[in-house]
């Protein structure tokens, strides 16, 4: 509103009020002036505020809350006096704070995931050196025992390692893992699987692609796996 100089202005009526961060504002109309030159005013602004506010419901009771609106000659918004900012920008910041935090919801959940696989990894490797240890302590007539029974079952053994070769891939048929091509979570048992594709063999057959669970990854190619975790971070 433009005001005289060393002038002196009256309150005519409140003809709204809204709240901003617990404040309440009202907006002021003054003698004299249009609606387009209200104000808006905080409370301690305004004197004999109990008989403008009285005055005030008697109005919006009588004629409905939108009393004071004129055609071409609405008064201003809040937000042109203390920049409160618009629904679309609110919206807009709402939905970024939203993304952010389904990020950070996933980037907490790999970094779990990646904490598990390194201790699933020193448990192996105990697991492994404890075998070991076994192994060693185990009598000749123990040893001997168990060569009798993989030589009575190695010549079945190599027959059906002979049909999965030709088809199947798998570190236990001595194939190079290419890539881990996606990753999935299974929610009835609640853990990961991978899919993996295989290099070709030397003698050009190129092994089945296969599902296998992050404790195969881990026994046979942790630093792939690894690797592939810290790329989705």
């Known amino acids: 509103m433009s005001r005289k100089k060393r002038g002196l202005y009256f309150i005519e009526q409140i003809l709204d009020y809204k709240q901003y961060n617990g404040q309440k504002y009202y907006l002021v109309k003054w003698q004299g002036y249009n609606n387009r030159d209200c104000t808006w005013e905080k409370p301690d602004k305004i004197?004999?505020?109990?008989?403008?506010?009285?005055?005030?419901?008697?109005?919006?009771?009588?004629?409905?809350?939108?009393?004071y609106h004129i055609q071409n000659d609405e008064p201003p918004q809040l937000e042109d006096f203390i920049g409160v900012p618009s629904k679309s920008k609110q919206n807009q910041h709402q939905h970024q704070q939203e993304q952010i935090k389904i990020l950070q919801n996933q980037v907490d959940q790999l970094k779990s995931e990646i904490d598990l696989m390194k201790k699933q990894q020193d448990e192996l490797v105990q697991?492994?050196?404890?075998?070991?240890?076994?192994?060693?302590?185990?009598?000749?007539?123990?040893?001997?025992?168990?060569?009798?029974?993989?030589?009575?079952?190695?010549?079945?053994?190599?027959?059906?390692?002979?049909?999965?070769?030709?088809?199947?891939?798998?570190?236990?048929?001595?194939d190079l893992l290419d890539k881990i091509g996606q990753a999935v979570q299974v929610k009835d048992k609640g853990h990961k699987m991978y899919y993996l594709l295989w290099q070709k063999r030397p003698n050009g057959i190129v092994p089945k692609n296969r599902w296998v669970n992050s404790e195969y990854l881990m026994k046979h190619d942790i630093n792939t796996l690894c690797y592939y975790l810290q790329k989705k971070l």
């Open 127 to 174: 697991l492994i050196t404890t075998n070991q240890q076994n192994e060693k302590t185990l009598q000749p007539n123990q040893q001997q025992d168990s060569e009798i029974i993989q030589e009575s079952t190695s010549e079945q053994s190599q027959k059906n390692t002979e049909i999965k070769l030709q088809c199947e891939g798998g570190f236990e048929f001595g």
């Open 47 to 67: 004197p004999n505020l109990t008989q403008f506010l009285h005055q005030f419901e008697e109005n919006v009771k009588n004629n409905g809350s939108n009393f």
